[in-house]
Every structure is written in C-alpha cells, then in structure tokens.
C-alpha cells in the first residue's frame, strides 16, 4: 500500500513538472531594457609617451687628437659657444705656423716679381727688351701671387683646425652622457659621439595613434589638419605617476603610416624652463575630450560583426530591430558614446544580446527589475523553492 502511494506522488509530481514545462514555452522572455537619454561626457585617451629635447645634436670631433681637458661634467647646462672639449693643439698649432711662413715667403716672391715686371716694363718701353720678355715678366709675378693666395688658404684651413681642437657647443642645452674621458683619442670617424648637447627649454613629446583613431579624426572634422588645431591643451603623467605642472599641444603629424605596427607618430611640444623633463625620458599623454549631447551606452548591449557594431531597438510591440551604429573613437572598456544609429528616446536591450534575433518578441523590463528578479531567484534557492529559482 504504502509503494502505492509513493508512486502516485511520483505521477503526480512528474505531470506538475510537464505542466510548468509547458506554460514556460509560452513564456515570452524577459530582458532588461534602458531608454537612452543625451549626456555630458569628459573622456580623457592615454597614449605611452617618448620625450626627446628639442634639438638634440651629436657633439663629434672635427679633428683627430688626444683630448687634453674635460671643460664640462654631464648633467651640466651649457650655452651655444661654450667650449666642451679641448683636443691637442700641438700639430695644429705647428701648421698654421708653418703656412703664416709660407705666406712670408710668397709675400716676398710677390714683391720681387713686381719690381722686376716694372723694370722689364720700362726697359720694354724703350725697347731694349721684347714684347716676349715683358709677358715672361708679368707671368712670373701672377705666379707669385697665386702662390700667396695658395699660402693664404692653407693658413684659413689651417686655423680652422686649429679652432676645432677647441670643440664647442653648437646650442644651448643640456649635456648628456659623456663616453671620452681624458687622454682618450678621438677623430671625425668614430661612431659613438662625444657627447649630445639637448636643447631642453621646450621638449617634443612623440607618441602614436592608431590608423582607426586617426580616420575617425580626419572623419570628423574634413581634414587632420584643421582636427588637431581644434584640439585640446594636453597633459603628460611622468613616470611616477604624477602630471606636470604645464599642458602642452599637438603640433605635428606624421603623413605616413607605419606599415608594421598601423600607427602613426604625432608629436606635442611643451614648455620645459625648469628642466623637469629630460630628452629620452618615458611618460604618458593625456588628452581630454569634452562633449555635450551624446548618447552613452554600456558595451554589453552590442554585438559586434566584421568591424561593425550593432544593437537591439525595442520598437513600440515589444518586437527588437537589429540596428547598426557608429561610436567614439574613445574606448573607455565599460560605455561607447555614439555618433549615429541611436536618438534620445530610444529603448534598447542591454544584456544578452548574443541570444537575440532580429524581429524576436520580448518582456522589457527596467535593470532594476532584472536586479530585483536575481535576488529574488537567488533567495528562491537558498531556501530550497527550486520550483520558482531562476524560472
């Protein structure tokens, strides 16, 4: 008797349960719904950064010579003139020496030319001597006085060599690393420089954008040109996490692609007067983005397709319009902010889009009740009413 009634249960529990089967294929499904509504956005895009000083030019030797005396430590700031470097004067010194002495002796060569080209002038014009000596005369003395010229131009060149063992600081700037000590041989060819000289008063600050972010800016505003003069000031995060004090501006770009990594290279300037940036230092650009009237919506309410975006438009019989739209080129990792496919008013779904269809009849209901409808199963389950959990 009691296996009886054991089994009656059983039937009666089993028809119960092809019941609510049933009813629940009826069901229409429940999703949660947001009206979209204009908002104010404050944005800002992070960029890894590259510092560099605003001219940073090689210090090389334009003589070959032991250097005789370090006139700068690194690290120091020096001004366009000062002297960095001293290579041996020694074999330069001599050479000019020598070329003034050859001066000299073509000066005199010169002299002697002249007089005797004067006295064959006077003779000739007595006619002692021929038309042909005269000329003799007159070819002697452009001679010499070739050879003086020559003279001259090896005491310039020589000179000049003797100034480049002093080497000098083209610019004002700041001194990096110095890789010649004292007694080390140096000459025009070698590959390391002797140093490098960082004009650091403004500094450039180079970082990449993507070739989508950049279409997107061009897109936006006709040309890039006229986009980056609408920019806005900029900041940069230093290494340790900080912003320095001064904001600066995009000044230049690129006009080529970088084929291996799809980017292309942009650069800021900022003011830099206390030296608080130094050329080949890392940081972070910071832009800020400012925009009024446009529609945010969180990224799981998309379904992305080939590059495009796409999202469900609850229409006025609770059926869903599969719509596509075009965002920001901000991604913030949470909301897109569109730019065309949704308007103020319109209702979308904004979980589980990835079981949607388009034409499909929902439930709309707020997030607040799909909230309210969790709890509410999760309560349903730890007491035991399986029968109600997640239904």
């Given amino acids: 008797m009691k296996s009886k009634v054991v089994l009656f249960a059983f039937c009666l529990a089993l028809l119960s349960s092809c019941g609510n089967k049933s009813k629940d294929a009826g069901k229409v499904p429940e999703y949660a719904v947001e009206e979209l509504h204009p908002i104010t956005a404050n944005l800002t895009t992070t960029y890894p950064a590259t510092i560099r000083g605003k001219q940073d030019v090689e210090i090389r030797p334009q ?19 000062q002297t960095l470097f001293i290579i041996d004067p020694t074999q330069y010194q001599s050479a000019a020496n020598t070329a003034r002495a050859a001066i000299a002796t073509a000066k005199a060569a010169v002299s002697t030319q002249q007089m005797t080209f004067d006295n064959k002038k006077e003779l000739n014009k007595k006619q002692i001597i021929s038309d042909y000596d005269l000329s003799m005369a007159e070819n002697a003395l ?12 090896q005491l310039t060149a020589a000179e000049q060599n003797l100034s480049f063992t002093q080497v000098k600081s083209p610019s004002d700037g700041v001194i990096n690393n110095i890789p010649y000590r004292l007694g080390a041989l140096v000459s ?24 989508k972010e950049l279409l997107a800016m061009t897109k936006s505003s006709g040309s890039l040109k ?5 920019m806005p000031a900029i900041k940069l995060q230093l290494i340790d996490g900080t912003e320095y004090e001064l904001e600066g501006k995009v000044d230049a770009v690129t006009g ?15 003011s830099n007067k206390k030296h608080i940036l130094r050329s080949g230092g890392t940081a972070n650009i910071l832009i800020p983005y ?21 999202v469900y ?26 730019t065309s496919g949704l308007s103020a008013g319109d209702k979308i779904v904004i979980e589980g889009v990835q079981n ?36």
Wanted: proline share 4%; glycine share 4%; with cysteine.
């Fill in 356 to 391: 949607l269809k388009n034409g499909m009849k929902i439930t709309p209901i707020t997030p607040a009740q799909k909230e309210a409808n969790y709890q509410q199963a999760l309560k349903d389950q730890k007491e035991g009413n399986l029968a109600t959990a997640f239904n």
């Fill in 63 to 81: 003589v070959s010579g032991f250097i005789t005396k370090l006139c700068v430590d690194e690290g120091a700031t020096v001004r366009k003139g």
């Fill in 290 to 310: 400012h925009l009024e009237n446009v529609i945010s919506i969180p990224q799981s309410a998309t379904v992305e397709i080939q590059d495009k975006k796409f």
């Fill in 313 to 338: 438009i609850l229409q006025p019989d609770n059926t869903l319009k599969y719509t596509e739209i075009s965002i920001f080129n901000l991604d913030n990792g949470k909301d897109y902010l569109v």
């Fill in 188 to 211: 025009p060819s070698i590959q390391t420089p002797m140093t490098t000289v960082s004009e650091i008063d403004e500094v450039y600050v180079y970082f990449s954008m993507t070739e």
């Fill in 226 to 230: 006229e986009e980056i003069s609408k």
């Fill in 142 to 153: 452009l001679q010499a006085k070739a050879q003086l010229a020559q003279a001259q131009a």
């Fill in 256 to 270: 080529v692609i970088d084929q291996t990594t799809g980017s292309v290279s942009m650069r800021a300037i900022f």
